[in-house]
């Protein structure tokens, strides 16, 4: 089955304790994301790869490192994570940059507290 | 800062009635629009893509969009319970930058 997969799928922590949320794709696809949803604010782009080894910032980068060292795979890193990085976070991929094929298709979601 | 605007609703219609949701987005530069429908605590999931000024339908899912007034829209025709939930506009401006509304809240009342 073609699918988005995300670990964990909840997550409590405490501040400044490092955690990796994994995301992997089954789909060969090229293209990767991570967005975090807050209530109000819609989800929003955290960072985005391209390709392997290729990423870059989105709309909302502070406090996240990604990595993309295979192309199925692209973690979500918080290296002294905060409070006001509790949220929803999901992963997503789509297939490359032509119309037809960047169409993201979305893993079921991390919903992180951060005590 | 690129953004996409959306009523927060609750929109409430009547089942069977048309449900009409509209978008607006900041950067004339963008090149791709996308409506994402969401259940609660759940993933979004594609509903319609469109690329070009007008209409482009898909069953009971009809999405319009016009570039000059950087506005697009969802009407969903029939409408039925089982399409309450929240509607995504998101719009791709370059590379792979999306950026999403907020999210406007259906409910359909049987």
């Known amino acids: 089955e073609a699918q988005v997969t995300q670990n964990p799928r909840y997550l409590i922590t405490v501040t400044g304790k490092k955690l990796t949320v994994t995301c992997s794709q089954n789909?060969?696809?090229?293209?990767m994301s991570w967005y975090r949803q807050d209530p109000g604010l819609g989800l929003r782009q955290i960072y985005y790869?391209?390709?392997?080894?290729?990423?870059d910032k989105g709309d909302v980068p502070e406090g996240y490192k990604v990595s993309r060292k295979e192309k199925r795979n692209f973690p979500l890193i918080l290296e002294s994570p905060s409070p006001n990085q509790t949220s929803l976070y999901f992963c997503a991929s789509s297939l490359g940059r032509d119309r037809a094929k960047n169409i993201q298709y979305f893993g079921a979601g991390t919903r992180l507290s951060v005590l | 800062q690129k953004e996409v605007e959306q009523n927060s609703g609750p929109l409430s219609v009547p089942e069977g009635a048309i449900a009409s949701l509209n978008c607006t987005y900041s950067d004339r530069g963008s090149q791709s629009f996308f409506w994402y429908r969401q259940y609660s605590g759940k993933s979004p999931e594609l509903i319609m893509s469109?690329?070009?000024?007008g209409d482009k339908e898909d069953g009971r899912f009809t999405a319009q969009l016009n570039k000059a007034s950087q506005y697009v829209s969802l009407l969903i025709r029939d409408s039925q319970p089982s399409d309450s939930a929240t509607y995504l506009c998101a719009v791709r401006n370059y590379g792979q930058n999306f950026v999403f509304g907020p999210g406007t809240r259906l409910s359909v009342l049987p």
């Open positions: 469109i690329y070009s000024n």
């Open positions: 789909m060969n696809h090229e293209y």
């Open positions: 790869s391209m390709n392997v080894e290729v990423t």
